[in-house]
């Protein structure tokens, strides 16, 4: 089989080849070449790598996964597989090593990858609403006496890394707008993932923490609830190197749209990320969060500072 990417990076977790697809009456009106017409004639396909950062168990996330790398068999004249790790430097490094053609990756990597080394959003998937955003959420336990923002002065508050837009990035943009400065919290801490961020506030080792809405409603029926919801952001794009072949970028591209809101009851089987389709992505659609990025560089505590691309970074926060 041909290859786009030949190497594989050290800090890949696991990799899942698409499975062939029989060609059914659905694929009918498709160009012949865009369809796989026997399992051999897949290995003769070029082989396209989608990246993923993905903190859950490698299990499900190939599971949930597995359907779109299917799609894109059956809309495109490539072969794909996936490659997964839990760590969104790490997912910018693979695209810019070239050790994935495509990368699905949150605002800041995309913002950071466009910095370092010139990036395109594809298309970003649409949320259970059928909108292009995505929400940070504030939450707590369904007992707390926490009922907003200005209520976490004195209180602990877990984050995530700072490559995290809906658990670090938004979350200090919105502490900011409420006038809650980081040094009126009783305490502070970065953990890995949302997953790990939800755990520790159910558990009680925090009074609030920010996750993704996903990992808040996941956690609601356990005990969370939302203390407060953040203005929408534009969600996690499908990214491409800004040198990778325009047919490539375009046929992904295509095939990701084709994938709509109205299909969405169809794919209850896809990981919740990706099942309610995806509408078009473009540099424009992130520019107000690139500014964010600016604002809380310029606005930061003493503690930090920023770099040449505007991320600040000391010790993982902005």
């Given at each position: 089989?041909?290859?786009?990417?030949?190497?594989?990076?050290?800090?890949?977790?696991?990799l899942?080849?698409?499975?062939?697809?029989?060609?059914?009456?659905?694929?009918?009106?498709?160009?012949?070449?865009?369809?796989?017409?026997?399992?051999?004639?897949?290995?003769e396909?070029?082989?396209?790598?989608?990246?993923?950062?993905?903190?859950?168990?490698?299990?499900?996330?190939?599971?949930?996964?597995?359907?779109?790398?299917?799609?894109?068999?059956?809309?495109?004249?490539?072969?794909?597989?996936?490659?997964?790790?839990?760590?969104?430097?790490?997912?910018?490094?693979?695209?810019?090593?070239?050790l994935?053609?495509?990368?699905?990756?949150?605002?800041?990597?995309?913002?950071?990858?466009d910095?370092?080394?010139?990036?395109?959003?594809?298309?970003?998937?649409?949320?259970?609403?059928?909108?292009?955003?995505?929400?940070?959420?504030?939450?707590t336990?369904?007992?707390?006496?926490?009922?907003?923002?200005?209520?976490?002065?004195?209180?602990?508050?877990?984050?995530?890394?700072?490559?995290?837009?809906?658990?670090?990035?938004?979350?200090?943009?919105?502490?900011?707008?409420?006038?809650?400065?980081?040094?009126?919290?009783?305490?502070i801490?970065?953990?890995?993932?949302?997953?790990?961020?939800?755990?520790?506030?159910?558990?009680?080792?925090?009074?609030?923490?920010?996750?993704?809405?996903?990992?808040?409603?996941?956690?609601?029926?356990?005990?969370?609830?939302?203390?407060?919801?953040?203005?929408?952001?534009?969600?996690?794009?499908?990214?491409?190197?800004?040198?990778l072949?325009?047919?490539?970028?375009?046929?992904?591209?295509?095939?990701?749209?084709?994938?709509?809101?109205?299909?969405?009851?169809?794919?209850?089987?896809?990981?919740?990320d990706?099942?309610?389709?995806?509408?078009?992505?473009?540099?424009?659609?992130?520019?107000?969060?690139?500014?964010?990025?600016?604002?809380?560089?310029?606005?930061?505590?003493?503690?930090?500072?920023?770099?040449?691309?505007?991320?600040?970074?000391?010790?993982?926060?902005?």
């Amino acid at each position: 089989m041909m290859r786009y990417t030949e190497r594989l990076a050290p800090f890949v977790l696991a990799l899942v080849m698409a499975s062939a697809v029989a060609c059914n009456d659905s694929a009918k009106g498709n160009d012949e070449a865009d369809r796989p017409q026997s399992v051999s004639s897949l290995t003769e396909r070029p082989l396209i790598s989608i990246g993923f950062m993905h903190p859950v168990g490698l299990l499900i996330t190939t599971k949930y996964r597995q359907p779109l790398m299917d799609h894109l068999i059956l809309h495109t004249r490539y072969a794909f597989r996936a490659l997964f790790n839990t760590d969104s430097e790490k997912t910018v490094g693979m695209l810019e090593q070239r050790l994935a053609e495509v990368c699905h990756m949150g605002v800041v990597s995309y913002l950071e990858a466009d910095s370092e080394f010139g990036a395109i959003p594809l298309a970003r998937p649409l949320n259970r609403d059928g909108e292009p955003v995505s929400y940070s959420v504030f939450v707590t336990r369904q007992a707390s006496p926490l009922r907003s923002l200005g209520d976490l002065r004195r209180h602990s508050l877990a984050l995530g890394s700072y490559h995290s837009t809906l658990s670090h990035l938004i979350p200090r943009h919105e502490l900011i707008r409420a006038g809650v400065r980081l040094e009126e919290l009783g305490s502070i801490e970065y953990l890995e993932n949302d997953d790990a961020i939800a755990s520790a506030v159910l558990e009680g080792r925090f009074d609030a923490g920010a996750v993704d809405e996903l990992v808040a409603h996941w956690y609601e029926e356990k005990g969370l609830r939302a203390l407060h919801v953040s203005a929408p952001v534009p969600s996690a794009p499908f990214v491409v190197r800004a040198d990778l072949p325009p047919r490539v970028s375009q046929a992904v591209r295509d095939a990701l749209l084709l994938l709509d809101f109205d299909g969405a009851k169809d794919r209850e089987h896809w990981d919740e990320d990706l099942r309610y389709g995806f509408a078009p992505a473009s540099a424009a659609d992130y520019e107000p969060i690139r500014k964010i990025i600016e604002t809380s560089g310029k606005g930061c505590e003493r503690s930090c500072h920023v770099g040449k691309d505007g991320f600040s970074r000391v010790d993982g926060t902005f």
